[in-house]
C-alpha cells in the first residue's frame, strides 16, 4: 500500500438527502487535494449513489441494522478501517457511534462533532454538517 498518498475518510450514514448533501464536502477535497485517496462510510442501501462518483476513491458499504446491533458487524467495520490505514476523518454524521467506530480504526485525526473527535467543528443550529466542514 502506498503510505506517501493521504488517505481521508469520510463518515456519513444518513439518509439519501444527508448523503447527497455531503458531495460538496467531498468534491472541496478533491479538489484541495487532488492526490489523496477518498474514501466514504455509507449505509449498504444507499452505497450506489456514490459509485459513479469521480471524487471518491473507495465506498465502505454498512448494514446500519446489523451496526446498531451486532458487536460482530460493529468490529468487521473497525477491521475494514483500520485496514485503510486512514489519516484523517471527517464524520458528518456527528455521532457518538461514528466518532468511535473512527477512534476504534485508529484514525489519527478525526474531524466532527465529537468529544471522541480530535478536532471538533461546531454546527450552527440549522446548519447542516457539510456547511459546517466547508468552512
Known sequence: METSRLRLLFMRLGSMGDLILTTPSVRAARNALPDAHIAIVTSAALAPIYESNPHVNEIVAVDRRRLDRSPSEIMRIVRTLRQG??????DLHGKVKTA????????????????????????????????????
Not at 480504526?105 to 443550529?125: E, L, W
Request: charged fraction near 35%; glycine fraction near 8%.
Open 85 to 90: 490505514r486512514y489519516h484523517v476523518s471527517v
Open 100 to 135: 468511535l467506530l473512527t477512534r476504534a480504526a485508529r484514525v489519527p485525526r478525526r474531524i466532527g462533532r465529537s468529544r471522541f473527535d480530535t478536532d471538533r467543528v461546531d454546527v450552527r443550529k440549522g446548519e447542516h454538517a457539510s456547511g459546517a466542514a466547508l468552512a
